[in-house]
């Protein structure tokens, strides 16, 4: 069965910052990974997908991640935050294992705040 | 394009009570998935709909059914409803010939069992 680890329930960073989100993931095969992003009262939103393809994957909203396999990692980040970026964002794995058999297990989340 | 919709927003019921939730999927898609989303969790996969049969199934008891229909929109319906069962209800819509790789989201709704 597949699993995600969020590092840190909270990340508080200032306006114009790195912005680090990391996510670590076990999968017993070949993962697809995946990071949301929730509003306040508000459903999931794509920022960017890992499908196999190039291991640096660009999303929207500036926003970048990295599939690592020797870390099992897929950590996300942004050069410079802007307060509009503050919202819960969440890590996910799915792992295709044929047919209509496809889910997406996600981490607990992670709230960013971005301080003016 | 309307996206993912779900019906109603918001809903309270009373404990033993029984709920029914409602989903129109993304255009063009034709799988329906739907999550539970407790207070300060990530969502939890409840079950997973396709050619209107039930493909998968997370970790929930039988109270929770569903139901998808031949214009592939879906229903949840949940019995006896327990204290537990409040959250926030998420429907994902996908497309199996892409592979369901792309899961599209409604902005879900707000369940408050009293």
């Known amino acids: 069965a597949q699993s995600v680890t969020q590092l840190g329930s909270h990340v508080s960073v200032s306006e114009g910052a790195l912005v680090l989100l990391r996510c670590n993931y076990s999968s017993s095969v070949p993962p697809y990974l995946f990071w949301y992003v929730q509003y306040p009262n508000q459903g999931l939103q794509l920022l960017l997908k890992y499908t196999s393809a190039a291991t640096l994957v660009k999303g929207i909203n500036g926003f970048e991640a990295e599939f690592k396999k020797s870390e099992t990692s897929f950590h996300l980040t942004k050069p410079s935050a802007h307060m509009s970026d503050a919202a819960e964002y969440f890590c996910a794995v799915s792992v295709n294992s044929g047919g209509s058999n496809y889910k997406l297990t996600f981490g607990k989340g992670t709230l960013l705040t971005v301080n003016p | 394009d309307a996206g993912v919709t779900q019906s109603p927003t918001h809903l309270i019921k009373t404990r033993g009570q029984q709920v029914t939730l409602r989903c129109s999927p993304k255009?063009?898609?034709?799988?329906v998935s739907w999550y539970q989303q407790a207070l300060g969790q990530g969502p939890q996969f409840i079950f997973q709909y396709y050619e209107e049969e039930e493909r998968q199934r997370g970790n929930f008891p039988d109270r929770f059914s569903g139901h998808q229909f031949p214009n592939y929109s879906s229903e949840l319906n949940v019995n006896a409803l327990l204290l537990g069962d409040s959250a926030l209800y998420l429907c994902?819509?996908?497309?199996?010939?892409?592979?369901?790789?792309?899961?599209?989201f409604g902005q879900g709704t707000r369940l408050t069992v009293v």
């Open positions: 994902a819509s996908s497309l199996i010939q892409a592979g369901n790789t792309e899961a599209f």
């Open positions: 255009s063009g898609h034709d799988t």
